[in-house]
T-cell receptor, first 115, second 116 residues
Framework: DTGVSQDPRHKITKRGQNVTFRCDPI?????LYWYRQTLGQGPEFLTY????????KSRLLSDRFSAERPKGSFSTLEIQRTEQGDSAMYLC?????????????FGSGTRLTVV | AQKITQTQPGMFVQEKEAVTLDCTYD???????LFWYKQPSSGEMIFLIY??????QNATEGRYSLNFQKARKSANLVISASQLGDSAMYFC?????????????FGRGTQLTVWP
């Protein structure tokens, strides 16, 4: 297992278009998290799943955002009708349910630019 | 109120010197975990060190140590013998609650620059 994988690494889209990102977690991890990181800020929590169940959503996750994890493995994050304010790095992380000192493993992120 | 506060936007240190990156946190939960991550320009978040709220001793991982002052709600990262490769953004983060992992709250980060 090579860690958490995110695809694509970079995405440039025109305002108003829909985009979808994919995250493949570490195979034995049953929790998957999405964060958004804008320039000069720390990551902000968006949502997380335990297996296929979406357990928590941030108020940052407007109705234009939707996340799924249909089979409890990979996850997708879709943004509809993109706006320039959606330009950010979207980070995915995974973990097992029980805590360990290492906890969360992050992917390298998808950098979205809305023009 | 901010859960995690990092007051140093940037820090500079000479190679081989030690540096302390500040972090204060705010929670009313008696059980929590504190993390430090390194983010190079490539973007990935690299785990450095973890401190649990009930841990009696300060955490250490190689050149990294966490100066945990519970009463002051402070969790400063100390990097000893800085290396050029330590230049990166450093984030302090907190998880609230017991052993079950949940969301992390991050600070705004500190940009560390190590010069020769």
């Amino acid at each position: 297992d090579t860690g958490v994988s995110q695809d694509p690494r970079h995405k440039i889209t025109k305002r108003g278009q829909n985009v979808t990102f994919r995250c493949d977690p570490i195979s034995e991890h049953n929790r998957l998290y999405w964060y958004r990181q804008t320039l000069g800020q720390g990551p902000e929590f968006l949502t997380y799943f335990q297996n296929e169940a979406q357990l928590e959503k941030s108020r940052l996750l407007s109705d234009r955002f939707s996340a799924e994890r249909p089979k409890g493995s990979f996850s997708t994050l879709e943004i509809q009708r993109t706006e320039q304010g959606d330009s950010a790095m979207y980070l995915c992380a995974s973990s097992q349910t029980e805590a360990s000192n290492y906890g969360y493993t992050f992917g390298s992120g998808t950098r979205l630019t809305v023009v | 109120a901010q859960k995690i506060t990092q007051t140093q936007p940037g820090m500079f240190v000479q190679e081989k010197e030690a540096v302390t990156l500040d972090c204060t946190y705010d929670t009313s939960d008696p059980s929590y975990g504190l993390f430090w991550y390194k983010q190079p320009s490539s973007g990935e978040m690299i785990f450095l060190i973890y401190q649990g709220s009930y841990d009696q001793q300060n955490a250490t991982e190689g050149r990294y140590s966490l100066n945990f002052q519970k009463a002051r709600k402070s969790a400063n990262l100390v990097i000893s013998a800085s290396q050029l490769g330590d230049s990166a953004m450093y984030f302090c983060a907190m998880r609230e609650g017991g052993s079950t992992l949940g969301r992390l709250y991050f600070g705004r980060g500190t940009q560390l620059t190590v010069w020769p």
